[in-house]
């Protein structure tokens, strides 16, 4: 069982922020360094936690306080279809800390929302839009940097596509100027 300790290469227990009764299934984690704040997107719509499975939770680092923060559109029904799931890939807070981005692979979207309130500041399509294969990808990993958002968009792994490929999209904070910055293959060329 595991005790806390057991962790491969690890000296120091591990802290357990929040319980799976208190947020459900977590993937994507964002943290605000000026406030504290550790914000936690659900991951598996079949282990949500109390906020339902578009849930986004916000952490208080210096109180423990844990709590709904957010609720975003997304499917209860995991799609048999994608390794991926329909909960929420990666997030990421912009340079300033006062807006909250993320990526959800229930309608493959990317959400801003203002921090530390909450509110929607809008909703915009992942960068593979274009791309033949727009049907099976999905926006996974964010990073804000020097005022770009970048995005790495992952096709479902589980479709015969003729090659595929994880391209990396960078646009502003509102989804405008979005170009490709670099591409990945992740299988050899021909491979289904």
């Known amino acids: 069982p595991f005790d806390g300790l057991s962790a491969v290469n690890r000296a120091e227990p591990i802290l357990l922020l929040a319980g799976p009764a208190q947020t459900g299934s977590q993937y994507g984690l964002a943290f605000d360094p000026g406030r504290g704040h550790l914000y936690a997107g659900a991951a598996d719509p079949s282990l949500a936690g109390p906020a339902g ?19 975003l559109p997304a499917s209860r029904a995991v ?9 929420f890939g990666g997030m990421d807070l912009s340079d300033d800390g006062t807006e909250l981005y993320v990526a959800n ?3 493959r979207n990317i959400y801003r929302l203002s921090v530390p309130d909450g509110v929607l500041l809008g909703v915009f399509p992942n960068g593979a839009r274009r791309e033949a294969w727009a049907d099976a990808a999905y926006p ?19 479709r015969r596509l003729p090659r595929r490929s994880v391209l990396v999209y960078r646009s502003r904070p509102d989804g405008s100027e979005m170009v490709e910055v670099g591409r990945f293959l992740t299988d050899r060329p021909g491979a289904s």
């Not at 499975?53 to 609720?71: F, H, K, N």
């Not at 799609?79 to 909960?87: F, N, Y």
């Open 53 to 71: 499975v578009g849930g986004i939770y916000r952490l208080e680092l210096a109180t423990g306080r844990v709590y709904a923060w957010a609720s």
């Open 79 to 87: 799609r048999a279809s994608s390794l991926l799931g329909s909960g």
């Open 105 to 107: 692979l229930s309608d």
């Open 140 to 158: 996974f990993a964010l990073v804000f940097r020097d005022g770009w958002l970048y995005q790495a968009v992952v096709p479902d792994l589980t």
